[in-house]
């Protein structure tokens, strides 16, 4: 399944009692459908209030409907924030984690002194003028294989913390600075830990050769403050 959802009333991604998250919705619509138990295995477990354009997803379905039936069946059971895109038959080895080559993330600001009203829970209000070079600059520097303590969750295993990063860049698009991370996989945290010092960066609290020396250090007292999850969005999962 391919699924988009705007992250502001959910909890995340992953299931947990009590809270409302992505993967329970598509669990309770798959439920109801099949009238049995379904676990579903999603690429990537975004955060409480991040969004996704591209998320994808895998289950077992055993029933008659067609791939575009089941889709079709399926939005008419969740709610009015999670869609699914399309769906297909996939290999009886895939799994829509461990399959992954890629996945791209972006995190969005705007950069004006107004705060936002129709785009709130879509983007970072900054007040102040973004400097998108100076950001790109200090991009450029993510690109390859890493050790990301600097920038992740503390909570990530301290022996597990290097992923190879394809590319990064900062652009401006409109009225909004968008920054675009695609990575082989993602550690907690690790996107709107970047962006917060991104930001700083932008605004010129702190240089490029900080941004620099700070990943170089894995030292996770270094890093800004992290970014709201309202800015990151999950744009696609490639295969």
């Known amino acids: 399944m391919l699924i988009?959802?705007?992250?502001?009333g959910f909890a995340g991604w992953q299931q947990q009692r009590g809270l409302r998250t992505v993967e329970g919705e598509l669990k309770r619509a798959l439920s109801d459908l099949t009238?049995?138990?379904?676990?579903?295995?999603?690429?990537?477990?975004?955060?409480?209030?991040?969004?996704?354009?591209?998320?994808?997803?895998?289950?077992?379905?055993?029933?008659?409907?067609?791939?575009?039936?089941?889709a079709a069946a399926l939005n008419a059971r969740l709610p009015e924030d999670v869609a699914i895109l399309s769906a297909e038959q996939a290999p009886e080895d895939?799994?829509?984690?461990?399959?992954?080559?890629?996945?791209?993330?972006?995190?969005?600001?705007?950069?004006?002194?107004?705060?936002?009203?129709?785009?709130?829970?879509?983007?970072?209000?900054?007040?102040h003028e973004l400097d998108v070079a100076a950001m790109q600059a200090a991009a450029a520097c993510l690109v390859?294989?890493?050790?990301?303590?600097?920038?992740c969750a503390a909570s990530e295993p301290p022996g597990d913390r290097v992923?190879?990063?394809?590319?990064?860049?900062?652009?401006?698009?409109?009225?909004?600075?968008?920054?675009?991370?695609?990575?082989?996989?993602?550690?907690?945290g690790l996107v709107r830990g970047i962006a917060g010092g991104l930001r700083d960066v932008g605004t010129h609290r702190?240089?490029?050769?900080?941004?620099?020396?700070?990943?170089?250090?894995e030292d996770r007292s270094l890093a800004a403050p992290t970014a709201p999850a309202r800015g990151l969005t999950l744009v696609e999962v490639v295969y």
């Open 4 to 8: 988009e959802y705007d992250g502001t």
């Open 35 to 70: 009238g049995g138990e379904v676990t579903v295995y999603g690429a990537g477990r975004t955060d409480a209030g991040a969004h996704a354009e591209g998320q994808a997803a895998n289950f077992r379905y055993a029933g008659s409907l067609a791939p575009a039936r089941l």
């Open 94 to 127: 895939f799994h829509a984690r461990f399959s992954a080559r890629w996945r791209r993330y972006r995190y969005r600001y705007l950069d004006r002194p107004v705060r936002p009203a129709l785009d709130r829970g879509r983007c970072w209000h900054v007040r």
């Open 144 to 151: 390859g294989g890493h050790d990301w303590t600097t920038f």
């Open 163 to 188: 992923r190879v990063m394809q590319s990064a860049g900062v652009k401006r698009r409109g009225r909004f600075v968008d920054f675009e991370l695609v990575g082989e996989g993602f550690l907690r």
């Open 206 to 217: 702190r240089s490029v050769d900080w941004f620099v020396e700070a990943l170089e250090a």
